[in-house]
């Protein structure tokens, strides 16, 4: 569950929260929990069930705060790094460092323009 746009919200025990995402592995859930609290957010965090045991332990995060909505508040560069510059969908996606205000790639360099 990447950036979707959508606000979703529930209950994980008896705390109402918002979703940010589900079913991610342990490195993901630390690297949201550590960017979300840096922001100041209050970060809840569940082992989802599984199937067996076999089975990877995934994770849901959330915060407590029910108005957040991840893709809104990194689109509108709302949440920092722990550097202090601002997170991008690749940073957010854990895709690159980099955090250029840039949300596309036209395929061309400065030396081409």
């Known amino acids: 569950m990447s950036l979707s746009g959508k606000h979703m919200f529930g209950n994980i025990g008896d705390t109402r929260v918002t979703f940010v995402e ?6 993901r859930k630390e690297f949201l929990k550590n960017l979300l609290e840096y922001n ?6 569940e082992e989802d069930k599984r199937k ?11 915060v407590t705060d029910m108005v957040f909505n991840p893709t ?20 957010w ?9 840039q949300y596309w790639n036209n395929g061309s360099s400065k030396q081409d323009i």
């Open 52 to 62: 067996s045991e076999e089975d990877p332990q995934l994770y849901t995060v959330a």
């Open 93 to 101: 996606n854990q895709e690159t460092e980099d955090a250029k205000p």
């Open 22 to 27: 589900k079913g991610v592995t342990e490195n």
């Open 72 to 91: 809104i508040w990194v689109f509108q560069r709302k949440l920092e790094t722990f550097d202090g510059r601002k997170v991008t969908r690749g940073y």
């Open 40 to 45: 100041g957010f209050e970060v809840i965090t």
